[in-house]
């Protein structure tokens, strides 16, 4: 099975993949085979970002499903893994008013952590994922990497009932105006 692990920087993706992996599963960083294999259309100047080929990094995708034999879970970790032919897609959130502060602390510029709070508050990440598949979404704002961790693994044994509900964080960025 393959599992997507998306979400808005900051919300803990990299942390929880780091978790899983140390717990048995695989876990594919889609950045580092993206860069590792030069898979993008270019670099956006403006937003700062590197632009994925989604159709290339897709082709990687599906001949790791196909090769893929194992019991256990392929966690797909990275922004645009919700993109990609999977099985699962599990969406990190984290509350606005949390995230804008792991976002100074990973050095953000001021601009940068305004998109990706926006981009939180209006559930892109979550719309995207729901339209894609089956999606779930897990409320990291208070949540250590552990219980992330294990959120998700309860997810991909069939138990995540509760992680079906879409979060809405729009409060938070209402009180900006």
Known sequence: MLVALTGTPGTGKSSVADTLGRRGFSIIDLNSL?????????????????????????????????????????????????LLPVDLIIVLRCRPSILEGRLRAKGYDKEKI?????????????????????AYEIDTTYMNIEEV?????????????????????????????
């Not at 159709?55 to 893994?81: N, Q």
């Not at 305004?114 to 894609?132: F, G, K, M």
């Not at 693994?153 to 900006?176: C, N, Q, T």
């Open 114 to 134: 305004r998109e990706n709070l926006e981009a939180e508050a209006l559930n892109i990440l979550s719309q995207e994922s729901h339209d894609e598949g089956e």
């Open 34 to 82: 993206a860069h590792g294999l030069g898979l993008f259309k270019g670099y956006d100047e403006a937003r700062k970002c590197w632009l994925y080929d989604l159709e290339a990094i897709s082709e990687h995708v599906a001949a790791i499903k196909v090769e893929e034999s194992s019991d256990r879970a392929t966690i797909l970790e990275g922004l645009v893994s919700h």
């Open 149 to 177: 961790a294990d959120s998700v693994e309860h997810i991909i044994r069939g138990d995540g009932a509760k992680y079906r509900k879409r979060l809405d964080f729009l409060e938070d960025v209402m009180s900006w105006y």
